[in-house]
C-alpha cells in the first residue's frame, strides 16, 4: 500500500509538470511562432490605442451606430464575466425584457430575432444579416446618409458561411461600426 | 430546420464515422503494446517516467489492486489540485492577483475535474489563476481521460482474456493513454484552434477604449459611465483541445465553447465536436478489434447512432420552433437569419451547430456548451438531460462511455437469455449472478444519487431553492439537471443556478464522486470475474453480438431502463413546462 502512494505521489508531480507546465509553455511558443496575432487575441489597434478585439462583442445604444445583441455578461459585454442570461422560454422577466428590446428596435416591421435576444457569452461580436440590413433605415435618419450607402456597406460586412458549408452567415458589428465612422 | 443545418449535421457524423476505425486501430496497438509510428520517442520517455516513479511495468494486477491504485492515484491528483487552488495567489503566473479559491469551492472544482466532470460554480476569468487553470485543472483533463481509457481496457481485457486473474497495469495503461493518445493529439488540436482565433499566452488582461462609451444607471441610482472593455487573456488553447478530446468539458472561461476566445468560427466548432466523439468512437471499434469480433464493435457502435440521431432530430427540431409567447418578432429561419430560439445561442453558430453541439457533448460525458441550455425550449432542453439520464453511452466520455455501453451490453445478453429460458453469454463467458449483480449495482446507483438529491433539494426549501433563476416546472429542470449532469460526470449546467452555496458545492461533490468511483468498482468486480471466466464454444443456442437484432434490443435495453427510472421526474420538469408554454403560461 505504501509503495503505491508513493508512485501515485511521484507519477502525479512528475507528469503535472510535463502536463501543467512543459506542455502549455510548449504550444504557446509554437502558437506565437506561427499565429502571433490569433494567439494573443486579435486586437484592433487605432493611432497606438487598442480599441476592441474583433472576436469581442462591444455595447451599442447609440441610434446612430447599429447596434449588437442584448448581452448579460456584467453590466453588459462585460469581457470578464461572460455569461448568457439562463432564462428559459417561460420566463416572465425574459419575456418582458424582448418585449422592452422589440419596442427599442422596431419601426414597425418584425424584428430579427437574434437582435433582441441575449447570446450564449454575452459576447457575441456578430448579428445575423437580418439584424443588421434591419437597421438601416435608422442609422441612415440618424446620420442623414443615403440607405444605398448603408446597404452596400452591410453587404461587404456579410461574412459568408465558412467554405460556403459551415456555421451562419454573421455581420460583426463592431467592424461595421468602425466602416461606419469611416465614411464621411 | 434548414438544407444546410442537415448537411453540417451529415458532414459531422461522417467525419466521425471515417476517423473511427483508424482511432480503433491505433488505440487497439497502443493498449496492446504494439509498435507505432511515435515509439522511437515516446518510449525512452516513458521508461524515464517508469524509472523515476518505481513501476514494474511487466507486473499484472487483479482487479482490485487495479482499482487500488486508480483510487491512490486519483486522491494524489484530487489533494495537488486543491492546493494550487488554495495557494494561488502565493503562487506564480497570476497576472490578475486572484485571491486564493474558498474551501468549499475548491473542494467541489477539485472532484469535479478529477472525476472528469468539470462542472463549474465558479466563473474562471476572475476566478482562476493561469497556473491553476494549467496545473490544477488542465493536467486532470489529461489525467481523468488516461484513467476513464484504462478502466475501459481493463474491462476489454476481462472480456477477451479466458481463465486469467489479471487485467493488466494501471501504470502502464495511464502512461500510454496519455503519451501516445493524448498528448500528441492535444498538440495538433491545439495549434489547429489557434490558428482559427483560440487565444494562447501569457498576457495580462487587455484594456481596450469602447468605440461608444456606454451609459448606465448604477444600483445606487447614479449615472455612470463605462469607457473601457477589458479583454481576458491567458493559454486558453492548450486547454481547450485537451477539454474536448478528453471528453472533460471544463471552460477556460465562463461562457464555455461559446465565448469567442474559446471557439470562434464554425470551423473551430466542427473540430471540437469531432474531438469529442473520436476517442470514444475508436474505443468502441477497438473493444470489437480486441475481443476478436470487430462486427460486435460496429453492432454496438450502431446502437449508439440510433441515440445520436434521435437526440439531434428532436433537440434541432424544438429549437427552430417559435416561442408563442412573443410579439413583433420574426423568428422564422431564412437566407439572412438563422431563426427559431436565439435567447443563449450565438449567431456563428445560429440554431443547427447549437443544437448539434448540445446533443453531442451531452451523448458523450463532455459537458462543454456552445449554447446556454438553460435557455432552450423545454423539449430542446430535455434532449440533453436524457441523454446523461440514460447514462452517457451513445458514445460516452473518453473510456467512461465504453464501460458504462458494456454493462448494458451485459444486460442486454441476460434479458435475452432470460427470454429464450437459456444461461447468458457474453462472446463465449457464461453470465452468471454475480456479474449482473454487479452490473445492477452500476445501474441503480445512478437513479439512486441523481433522484435521491434532487428530492432532497426540492423539499428542503431553505437549502437550494434561492439559487434559482427560474420559477415554475423550469426550476425543478434546473435543479434535476445540476445532479443528472453532476452524477453522469458531465458537467454542462442549466446555468441560471446559482451553485456556489455551501449545500450545492458540498452536494454536488458528493453527487460527482459517488458517480464516478461508486460505478467504477462493481464494473472493475465485473471486469474481474470475466476475466476468470472459461470460453463456452458458440452453439446454435447462443445469442449473436453482431446483429441488427442485437443493436435493437441493446438500444429497447438502455430506453427502457432510462424510461421507466426517469419518465416521472422528467414529466413534471420539462413535459409540463412544454404544455404551460403551448398554453401561454410563464413564470
Known amino acids: ?184 | 430546420m434548414s438544407l444546410n443545418g442537415w448537411l453540417q449535421i451529415a458532414l459531422f457524423i461522417t467525419l466521425v464515422l471515417l476517423l473511427a476505425r483508424p482511432m480503433g486501430s491505433y488505440i487497439t496497438q497502443v493498449f496492446g503494446r504494439r509498435r507505432t509510428l511515435l515509439d522511437p520517442i515516446l518510449v525512452p520517455c516513458e521508461r524515464v517516467l517508469y524509472r523515476i516513479t518505481g513501476i514494474d511495468a511487466a507486473h499484472e494486477m487483479r482487479w482490485t489492486e487495479y482499482a487500488g491504485s486508480m483510487l491512490v492515484f486519483s486522491a494524489a491528483t484530487l489533494v495537488l489540485t486543491y492546493l494550487v487552488e488554495r495557494l494561488q495567489h502565493l503562487l506564480p503566473l497570476n497576472p490578475q492577483h486572484l485571491p486564493g479559491v474558498e474551501s468549499a469551492l475548491a473542494l467541489n472544482t477539485a472532484i469535479s475535474f478529477t472525476t472528469n466532470t468539470n462542472w463549474q460554480a465558479y466563473t474562471p476569468e476572475s476566478t482562476m489563476s493561469y497556473l491553476t487553470q494549467m496545473l490544477g485543472l488542465a493536467t486532470h483533463n489529461f489525467w481523468s481521460a488516461a484513467v476513464g481509457m484504462a478502466l475501459a481496457m481493463a474491462l476489454v481485457r476481462g472480456i477477451a482474456r479466458r481463465e486469467s486473474k489479471t487485467l493488466g497495469n494501471f501504470w502502464v495503461d495511464l502512461t500510454r493513454g496519455t503519451f501516445w493518445i493524448l498528448l500528441p493529439m492535444s498538440a495538433v488540436v491545439a495549434l489547429a484552434l489557434v490558428s482559427q482565433g483560440v487565444i494562447q499566452n501569457f498576457k495580462p488582461y487587455d484594456s481596450v477604449k469602447l468605440l461608444q462609451a456606454q451609459q448606465l444607471v448604477g444600483s445606487d441610482g447614479k449615472p455612470t459611465t463605462i469607457t473601457t472593455q477589458t479583454i481576458p487573456q491567458g493559454p486558453v488553447a492548450s486547454q481547450e483541445a485537451i477539454k474536448m478530446l478528453g471528453t472533460n468539458g471544463g471552460g477556460f472561461f465562463n461562457a464555455n465553447s461559446a465565448h469567442p476566445f474559446e471557439n470562434p468560427t464554425p470551423l473551430s466548432n466542427l473540430l471540437q465536436m469531432l474531438c469529442i466523439f473520436l476517442l470514444p468512437a475508436g474505443l468502441v471499434v477497438s473493444l470489437g478489434q480486441m475481443v476478436g469480433s470487430p462486427r460486435h464493435g460496429w453492432a454496438v457502435l450502431a446502437a449508439m447512432l440510433i441515440f445520436w440521431f434521435a437526440g439531434t432530430l428532436v433537440c434541432y427540431w424544438a429549437e427552430v420552433q417559435p416561442n408563442p409567447l412573443l410579439h413583433g418578432v420574426d423568428q422564422h429561419v431564412s437566407m439572412l437569419q438563422s431563426g427559431g430560439n436565439m435567447e443563449g445561442k450565438e449567431v456563428r453558430f445560429g440554431i443547427a451547430n447549437s443544437t448539434l453541439f448540445a446533443t453531442v457533448t451531452t451523448d458523450a460525458s463532455c459537458g462543454a456548451v456552445n449554447s446556454m441550455h438553460d435557455s432552450f425550449m423545454p423539449i430542446g432542453g430535455m434532449v440533453p438531460m436524457i441523454n446523461i439520464l440514460l447514462g452517457e453511452v451513445v458514445f460516452g466520455g473518453v473510456g467512461a462511455g465504453l464501460y458504462g455501453m458494456l454493462v448494458f451490453v451485459v444486460i442486454a445478453v441476460f434479458i435475452a437469455g432470460l427470454m429464450v429460458g437459456r444461461t447468458p453469454e457474453y462472446l463465449g463467458k457464461k453470465i452468471e449472478a454475480y456479474d449482473v449483480q454487479m452490473c445492477m449495482l452500476y445501474v441503480l446507483i445512478f437513479p439512486l444519487v441523481i433522484l435521491g438529491l434532487s428530492a432532497v433539494t426540492v423539499l428542503m426549501p431553505h437549502l437550494g431553492l434561492s439559487s434559482l433563476s427560474n420559477h415554475g416546472p423550469h426550476g425543478l429542470s434546473e435543479i434535476l439537471y445540476a445532479y443528472t449532469s453532476a452524477t453522469g460526470n458531465n458537467g454542462s449546467a442549466f446555468m441560471g443556478l446559482n451553485a456556489n452555496t455551501p449545500w450545492y458545492n458540498y452536494s454536488l461533490a458528493v453527487a460527482m464522486f459517488f458517480g464516478r468511483y461508486m460505478m467504477i468498482v462493481p464494473m472493475l468486480a465485473l471486469a474481474g470475474s470475466l476475466a476468470g471466466k472459461k470460453i463456452v464454444p458458440a452453439s446454435a443456442g447462443t445469442f449473436p453480438v453482431t446483429t441488427p437484432l442485437f443493436t435493437v434490443l441493446l438500444a429497447g435495453v438502455i430506453l427502457i431502463v432510462g424510461a421507466l427510472t426517469f419518465f416521472p421526474v422528467l414529466s413534471l420538469g420539462p413535459v409540463l413546462e412544454h404544455l404551460l408554454l403551448r398554453a401561454g403560461h410563464t413564470f
Open chain 1, 1 to 184: 500500500m505504501k509503495k503505491h502512494i508513493i508512485t501515485a505521489c511521484l507519477y502525479t508531480a512528475s507528469t503535472a509538470i510535463l502536463l501543467g507546465v512543459v506542455y502549455p509553455v510548449g504550444i504557446t511558443i509554437l502558437a506565437k511562432a506561427f499565429f502571433p496575432k490569433q494567439a494573443s487575441g486579435q486586437l484592433i489597434v487605432r493611432d497606438g490605442q487598442a480599441i476592441g478585439s474583433r472576436l469581442i462583442g462591444q455595447p451599442f445604444d447609440s441610434p446612430t451606430y447599429f447596434h449588437g445583441r442584448p448581452s448579460a455578461a456584467g453590466v453588459g459585454y462585460d469581457a470578464t464575466a461572460s455569461s448568457g442570461s439562463n432564462l428559459g422560454p417561460t420566463s416572465q422577466p425574459l419575456v418582458d425584457r424582448i418585449h422592452a428590446s422589440v419596442q427599442q428596435e422596431s419601426y414597425g416591421m418584425p424584428v430579427p430575432i437574434d437582435l433582441i435576444t441575449a447570446s450564449a457569452s454575452g459576447l457575441d461580436p456578430d448579428i445575423s444579416p437580418a439584424a443588421a440590413l434591419y437597421q438601416i433605415p435608422r442609422v441612415a435618419r440618424e446620420r442623414h446618409m443615403s440607405r444605398t450607402v448603408l446597404q452596400q456597406l452591410v453587404i461587404q460586412h456579410i461574412r459568408p458561411r465558412q467554405f460556403g458549408l459551415l456555421g451562419e452567415p454573421t455581420v460583426n458589428v463592431l467592424e461595421l461600426n468602425l466602416a461606419l465612422d469611416q465614411i464621411k
